[in-house]
C-alpha cells in the first residue's frame, strides 16, 4: 500500500478567519492557531519585510486585553509562501509571535482577513505591535502585499471567550450535531436528522431545510461535548441508512448546471464497516437518452472491499488499495475526496493515506468529473447518502467550496494549503480525534459585548479636512460658540512611519524626526486674515495645531501646515462654512451596503466640498462651486475665480497666487500662478526652474504631493497618471484583470466591480463600501463616494445615475440624457435647469441628489491633446465654471477616474435652442487635470476610531453674526403712488442699522469695535427732489434699531439717508 508522506492534524479554529497550511510534510497540530512546518529549521525565514512596523495598543496594567486587526488582504503572485506573522513587545522587550498564517505563493488572494488575539496581563500599560511578513523564498514584490486593515483594541470586561466554530460560508454542504440546534428528533427520541448549516444565506440559488435524514437507527452520543456522534445501526437491513436532498439549488433537478462550485472537496468524519459501504456524495441529471440519472452520480463504491472503486460520471477510478489495509472495522477516519486532493483517508494517528487509482481511461489518481467542451464540470448538486453497510458512527459530512464557477465558467482553485487548512479546521471541530496539541500561534475564539466600543485608534484614518462653523452642540445638545479648533498632528507621523504609499523609492519608511522643531502656518487662506494664527501645543506625535478662525471675514477656506525642521509633512484642510452636513440628499440605488453587508441609504452633502454657499441662487450664489481635487489626492485646489468671473487670490507661506487670466502678478517672493509640476523628469530645466517631481513612481510622487500640496501634477494623456508612469497598478490584456489604482478606496480596491454581474461575490462586493482612505479629503464621518461598475454602462451604477435602468447607458440616449426645452422626458421629469448657474435635481423621484452648481475643472492642454485642448506646451487650465460640472467617484476605471458631469451651457446652440443641458454619469477623465468632490456619508464610520473634532472654546462675550449683517440692502425702492392716484398716502420706510453697526465693527474701524455714544441721529444727505423726504428718525433699541423715513405720497426721486451715532449724534 502507498502512503502519502505522513501529515500531522492540525486545525484553524478562530471565530472570524480560517487559517492556511503549507503543504509541507509533518505539518504540527494547531487547535486554534496555524501551520507550523517540522522542518523549523528550513522554514526559518533569511527573507523578511514589515508589513507594518508598528503601532502601539494602550492597555490596563495587569489586565488582558483582545486585539481584533481586519481588513481587506491583497497578495500577487509571489515566489514562494508568505507567512504574516504578528508580533508584540513583552516586558523584556522581546518580540513575540502571537498570531501568523501562511499564504500560498503561486496564488492570488484578496480577501477579508481578520486576526484576533489577547494580549497578556503584565505591568505594561502599551504594547508594541508589528506585522511581518517572511518567506524561505526571495520576494521581489513584498510591496505589492497590502492589507488595509482597521485595529480594534477591548478591555478585558468587553469580551468574553467563546466556542470556535465552522464558517458556513467555506461550504456547500454541512452536516454537524455539534452545532446546536441542528439535531433533529423523533417522537421516541432517537435522531431523526441532522440540518444542514449552509442555507441561501451563504450560497446563492441554496433551498433552506435541507437535511441529512437518518433512516437507520440512530441515536446521539453526545457524553463528550467536544465530540458528539450519532450512532447509526441497520437492524432491518435497509439499503440506505442515511440520506439528504439529492437536488440542494434551486433548479438543479431539472438543469445540471446549476450549481456555483467546481470540485467541491468532500469529507465524510465518522466510523464505517470496513467490509461494506457505499457513499453518494453528488447527483448531476442527464438527459434519458444519455443515461439519466444515474449516469451523472459521484459515489465510493465500497461494498467490495477487496475492489474499491470511485466514480465520477463517465470516470471510472478503480483503486489499487484494499480497505481493510486502510482502517480497521469502525475505526474513526475522515474520508476526503476531490480533485485537487485526491481521495484521502485521515486517521487518529496524525496521518493521512493518500489512496492510488488508474481510471478507465488510464489516467492515474484522477479524482474529479471530467470536463465537457473544455469546459470543468461541477457536481450537479451535492449530498450524502451512506448505504450497503449495517452500522456507521458520524460525527460530520461537509462539501468545501473550491473553483467558483465565473461568467468564463472556470474559475482557479483555491491553493491545497488553504484547502487543507479548511479540511483539518473541521476534522479538529467535529472532534473525531480529540484535542490537538499547542501550535506555533495559539488563539482563542471571542465573543466581544453588545455594546462595547474599541479604545485604540488608527491615526493614518484621521481625517484630512475639518468643517468650522464656529459653534456646535455638546452631548446635552446645548449650543456651544467657539473661537476655533485643534488638529492632531498624529495623523503626519504615522502616515510618515507607516503609511500606504509613503515608503522612499528603495521602499523604506523615512519617519518623522520626533525630536525635530515643530512649526505651522496658515499654507494659504481663499480669504485674507481668515485665521488669526495657528500655534504648536504640546509636543512630539501628540501636538496639536490651534487654529483661530476670524470668524468677522465671514466663510472660505484655508489649508494649515504641519512642519518639522521646516519641510512640510501635512496639511489640513479647514472649511470655515455653516452646516453643510444637515440638508443634503438622501439618495441610493438601493444596494448599497457597509463593509458588513448592511443596507444603508446614502446621504450626501448639500454642496461640493470646499463650497460657502449650497445654493447657486442668492446671495453668495458666485461661491457654490467648491475647489477642485485631483484624483487620489488629499489636498484642495481653489479655482481663484468665482462662478461669476469675478477673480480672487490665495496668501499665505505657500505664496500669493492668482489665476492665469487675473492680470498683475504679486511682486512678493514664491507668488505668481499655480505651479504646475510634471510627473518624472519629462520637462528641461530652464533658467534654473525645475517644473518635474522628478517621481515616476506612485510612492515617489504620493510624498511629493504632500511636501508641495498646491502644486498640480500633470502628466501627457497616454503617460500613465499624475501619480505613475503606469496607468494601472497591475495591467493585463483582459480588462476584466486589470487591477486599477485604489487611493480613494473604492468598494473593489481597484479590482473590476459590476453591481449587476451574475457573479454574486463580485457583485455583493461592487455595492459594499470599503474603509475610508487615509487620503479621502472629504471631513470626519464622510468620503468620496465610489462607482458601482468599473467597466460598466449601466447608468444606475454611478451614485448619481438614474434608479432602476438596468442594463442601459443613458449618456448614449439623447432623451435620457439632455434637457430640452420643449419636450419633457420622462426620465428627466422634475429637473430643473438654470442656465450657467446649475442643475436642481429636488423635484424627481429617480434621482433626487440635490442640487449640482456649474462649478467647471481644472483641464489638461497640450501637444498630445485634442484639438479644442490642443496646446504647444502642456499646461493645466481652470475653466468652464459657467458650463458645466464635474464630480469625482472613488473608482479609477479603464481609461481614466470614473466621473459625473453635468452640463448647462446656453452658449452652445448645436445641441438646443436653449444650449446644451444635459447629465453624463458614465464618464471617464484622465487624472491629470482636477474636479469637484460631493461628500458621502461614511457608512463605515464606527470602525475607524473616534476623530470627533476639538474645539477652541470662545473668549468673546458678543457671539453676534456681524458677518450675515453685512448682507443686508444698500438701498431700497419704495413705490409711492401714481401722480393721478388721489387716495395715495405716504409710505414709512424702516430701514434696520443691523448692516451699519456691522460694517462699522468689521471694517470700518481701526479696534474692530462697534461705534460708541449714547445719541443717535438720522439725516438726509442729498435728495433730488426736496418734497420727497418728510421725515426721518431712529427708533427703537440696539440690535433692533430702525431708521424710519417718511416718503411723501406721489413723490418721486432719488436720496441718500444716513446714520449718525456719537456723544453730540454727527
Known sequence: MKKKSVLKIFTAMLCIVSAHATSRTFVVPDYRGKVLSNRIGEFTPPYSYDLDPGFVVQQNVN??????????????????????????????????????????????????????????????????????????????????????????????????????DLDENQYTILFTPKKNGTVLYNPNGTVSGVKDRVTSLNLAKKIDNNVLSLLGNATLDNSNINSPIINITNPNNLATIASSQKYIYQGSDVSPFEFSYHDPVYMFAGKFSNESFFINFSNWVLPPEEGGEQMGRGYLDFTNPNALVNRYYNLYNYINEKLGDVFANQEPVV??????????????????????????????????????YGKQRGPGSENFSLSNTLSASLYGVGAIKNRFVRDDWNGPSRPLIDIEAEINKFINYVGIFGAPPTPECPSNCF??????????????????????????????????????????????????????????????????????????????????????????????ENAKIKVIVDKTKGKGNAS???????????????????????????????????????????????????????????????????LMYQWGRKDPFPTLVYKDGSYYEITGTAGTRRHENA????????????????????????????????????????????????????????????????????????????????????????????????????????????????????????????????????????????????????????????????TVSPVLDGVKVYPELGIDFRGTANRKIGIIPMNGNYEYYGPDAATSNYANKSKIVYQDQASDATL???????????????????????????????????????????????????????????????????????????????????????????????????????????????????????NKQLPGGTKNTASIVWSTNPALIKSV??????????????LAARAKGNAVVAFHKGNNGV
Not at 454602462?793 to 434637457?819: C, E, F, H, Q
Open 1033 to 1046: 428718525k431712529i427708533t427703537g433699541a440696539y440690535p433692533n434699531e430702525e431708521m424710519e423715513v417718511t
Open 560 to 626: 494649515i501646515d504641519f512642519r518639522v525642521n521646516n519641510n512640510v509633512y501635512w496639511t489640513w484642510h479647514v472649511w470655515v462654512t455653516d452646516s453643510p452636513e444637515e440638508d443634503g440628499a438622501e439618495y441610493g440605488q438601493g444596494h448599497e451596503t457597509d463593509l458588513s453587508g448592511t443596507s444603508f441609504v446614502p446621504k450626501y452633502m448639500d454642496r461640493n466640498l470646499g463650497a460657502t454657499n449650497a445654493s447657486f441662487l442668492g446671495n453668495d450664489w458666485n461661491k457654490s462651486g467648491g
Open 335 to 372: 474520508i476526503v475526496i476531490s480533485k485537487i486532493t485526491g481521495l484521502r483517508v485521515y486517521k487518529n494517528n496524525g496521518q493521512y493515506i493518500s489512496l492510488t487509482s488508474t481510471s478507465n481511461y488510464n489516467s492515474q489518481n484522477d479524482f474529479g468529473y471530467p470536463p465537457l
Open 63 to 164: 489586565e488582558k486585553g483582545l486585539v481584533v486587526v481586519k481588513g481587506n488582504f491583497n497578495k500577487p503572485n509571489t515566489s514562494g509562501d508568505v507567512k504574516l506573522t504578528i508580533k508584540y513587545k513583552d516586558t523584556q522587550n522581546n518580540w513575540v509571535s502571537i498570531w501568523c498564517k501562511t499564504f500560498a505563493g503561486d496564488y492570488e488572494y484578496n480577501e477579508e482577513l481578520t486576526a484576533n488575539f489577547e494580549l497578556p496581563e503584565s505591568t505594561l500599560n502599551t504594547y508594541d505591535i508589528k506585522i511581518e511578513l517572511s518567506s524561505a523564498s526571495a520576494i521581489n514584490n513584498w510591496q505589492s502585499i497590502v492589507w488595509n486593515k482597521t485595529v480594534n483594541h477591548y478591555k478585558k470586561s468587553n469580551y468574553t471567550y467563546a466556542n470556535c
Open 888 to 1006: 469625482n467617484t472613488a473608482t479609477y476605471g479603464i481609461g481614466g477616474a470614473r466621473i459625473s458631469v453635468f452640463y448647462s451651457s446656453p452658449e452652445d446652440t448645436s445641441k438646443s435652442t436653449t444650449g446644451w443641458n444635459a447629465i453624463y454619469v458614465n464618464q471617464t477623465t484622465k487624472a491629470n487635470g482636477a474636479s469637484a468632490v460631493r461628500c458621502m456619508k461614511d457608512p463605515n464610520i464606527g470602525l475607524l476610531g473616534n476623530f470627533n473634532m476639538q474645539y477652541v472654546p470662545s473668549t468673546e462675550t458678543d457671539n453676534t453674526d456681524y458677518k450675515s449683517w453685512t448682507k443686508e440692502a444698500n438701498s431700497h425702492v419704495v413705490m409711492t403712488g401714481e401722480a393721478t392716484d388721489a387716495t395715495a398716502q405716504d409710505k414709512v420706510l424702516k430701514i434696520s442699522l443691523k448692516k451699519a453697526y456691522a460694517m462699522q465693527k468689521l471694517y470700518l474701524s481701526d
Open 663 to 822: 492680470g498683475l502678478l504679486p511682486s512678493e517672493p514664491n507668488s505668481g500662478r499655480i505651479p504646475i509640476k510634471y510627473r518624472g523628469n519629462t520637462q528641461p530645466v530652464t533658467q534654473g526652474e525645475n517644473n518635474n517631481t522628478g517621481f515616476d513612481s506612485t510612492n515617489g510622487n504620493i510624498r511629493y504631493s504632500i511636501n508641495n500640496p498646491i502644486h498640480l501634477i500633470t502628466n501627457a494623456i497616454n503617460d500613465g497618471t499624475w501619480f505613475s508612469n503606469q496607468q494601472y497598478k497591475t495591467p493585463n490584456a483582459d480588462t476584466n484583470l486589470i487591477e486599477t489604482w485604489d487611493l480613494w478606496s473604492d468598494n473593489r480596491k481597484g479590482l473590476n466591480s459590476n453591481g449587476s454581474t451574475s457573479d454574486p461575490i463580485v457583485k455583493a462586493d461592487s455595492w459594499s463600501y470599503e474603509l475610508k482612505s487615509e487620503f479621502d479629503p472629504c471631513p470626519n464621518g464622510w468620503r468620496v463616494p465610489s462607482q458601482y461598475g468599473r467597466n460598466t454602462i449601466n447608468s444606475d451604477l454611478n451614485p448619481y445615475g438614474r434608479k432602476n435602468t438596468g442594463n442601459v447607458n443613458d449618456d448614449n440616449i439623447a432623451a435620457n440624457s439632455m434637457i430640452y426645452p420643449n
Open 447 to 540: 465573543t466581544i459585548n453588545s455594546g462595547a466600543e474599541s479604545d485604540f485608534t488608527d491615526w493614518t484614518k484621521a481625517p484630512n479636512s475639518y468643517i468650522f462653523t464656529g459653534k456646535h452642540k455638546d452631548k446635552n445638545n446645548v449650543e456651544i460658540v467657539d473661537d476655533g479648533l485643534y488638529i492632531p498632528v498624529k495623523k503626519a507621523y504615522e502616515m510618515w512611519a507607516k503609511g500606504r504609499y509613503m515608503q522612499n523609492e528603495n521602499n523604506v519608511f523615512t519617519p518623522i524626526d520626533k525630536n525635530g522643531a515643530q512649526s505651522t502656518s496658515v499654507y494659504w487662506e481663499d480669504v485674507n486674515g481668515l485665521i488669526k494664527s495657528t500655534t504648536i501645543e504640546g509636543t512630539g
